[in-house]
């Protein structure tokens, strides 16, 4: 696939795709938010790929988020299915995504991050959400994704004045996971996929699925007996196999991811 305003880059069973639009810090339009679409609509049908990293090009901007130059210019506004970055309404996805969060992550950009699995973040980035302040709201998931994702009045507080945290408040908070030198941002990122691409990636799908699925239970009886299909093609997987008799034979598992 060619693409103009993002970049996707294969290493082994990950895939880094890279938000390329710097003069714009990173804000998406119409046509960057269906190039990501269709990029991770590949990385979810490819079994090869395992894991994603998702990044910004520059040192200034993960996303700006949504282009409003392009919106105040007079051109269609449309997103895909899938929302804004072709994940913000991705419910599907059992694969882990990792947020490289590289400089400012505001409005459209926190909400691409809140809707990845894990946020590495640089020293130097910064979350909001500011839409009230442009007469808007975080309608692509942040105001239900961040109440989720820390204690209620801290969301609120974000929220209801579009302050800035910076990386280190976003850690504290519970948001972000490391925060690290800006140098060290994909390497760091990298660490947290290749940690992940160590375990069963039919283990890691199901982990992931029950984990989403089942917060949507009304009590935990009814999260912990769920169905879940990724569970399902657990219990059907070579890797199944594989792990105890890697552990067995005192090896390294050689994972299938079927």
């Known amino acids: 696939m060619t693409t103009e305003h993002c970049k996707a880059e294969r290493d ?21 938010n269906f190039e990501l679409a269709k990029i991770f609509d590949d990385f979810a049908a490819d079994p090869d790929l395992w894991v994603a ?18 919106q105040a210019e007079g051109n269609k ?12 309404a991705r419910y599907d996805l059992n694969k882990p995504v990792i947020a490289a969060v590289n400089g400012v992550a505001m409005g459209g950009g926190f909400e691409i991050a ?3 699995d894990l946020i590495i973040a640089s020293e130097n980035a910064v979350f909001a959400l500011p839409e009230p302040k442009v007469g808007l709201a ?14 209620l ?16 408040e976003g850690k504290e908070l519970g948001f972000v996971n490391e925060v690290v030198p800006q140098t060290e941002l994909m390497a760091a990122a990298k660490r947290w996929a290749g940690l992940i691409m160590e375990c069963s990636p039919m283990s890691i799908r199901a982990s992931k699925e029950s984990v989403y699925q089942g917060l949507d239970e009304a009590n935990l009886q009814a999260a912990v007996t769920g169905k879940y299909p990724s569970v399902a093609a657990l219990f059907r997987s ?3 196999i594989e792990g105890p ?4 034979e005192k090896r390294k598992p050689q994972w299938k991811g079927r």
């Open 153 to 168: 009045k801290q969301a609120m507080g974000m929220i209801l004045t579009g302050r800035q945290v910076p990386a280190k």
């Open 12 to 32: 082994g069973h990950l895939l880094v795709v890279t938000i390329n639009r710097p003069e714009r810090m990173n804000a998406l339009h119409p046509p960057a």
């Open 245 to 248: 008799r890697a552990f067995a």
């Open 138 to 151: 975080a309608l692509a998931g942040g105001l239900h994704r961040l109440p989720r994702q820390i204690p």
């Open 77 to 88: 506004i449309e997103v895909p299915p899938s929302g804004f970055a072709g994940l913000t």
């Open 238 to 240: 070579e890797d199944l």
């Open 114 to 116: 809140l809707a990845c």
């Open 53 to 70: 990293i998702i990044t910004g090009a520059g040192d200034r901007a993960f996303s700006a988020g949504n282009d409003l130059r392009y």
